[in-house]
């Protein structure tokens, strides 16, 4: 199973890429323990100042994982 994540503004900052492709267990996980990941331990403190997407669309920290998915992660943003 692999997901493709996707970071925007601070978050990619903070991870140092835009983009990763991640491999997976064989079955489906719930998105709090996905984020449990060392791969994303950059941003891990940071999470609650984060919005994730999975597929387009905002998640909870109850959404499903599943093989294939998009999960961006969005940084808090100002303008003037």
């Not at 489906?28 to 609650?48: T, Y």
């Amino acid at each position: 199973m692999a997901v493709k994540l996707l970071f925007f503004a601070q978050c990619a900052q903070w991870m140092g890429v835009k983009e990763l492709d991640v491999r997976l267990g064989r079955r489906p996980m719930a998105l709090d323990d996905f984020l449990k990941r060392p791969e994303l331990s950059p941003i891990n403190n940071r999470l609650a100042l984060i919005k994730i997407a999975v597929n387009e669309e905002f998640a909870e920290p109850q959404s499903v994982v599943r093989d294939g998915d998009e999960i961006a992660f969005l940084a808090p943003v100002s303008g003037g």
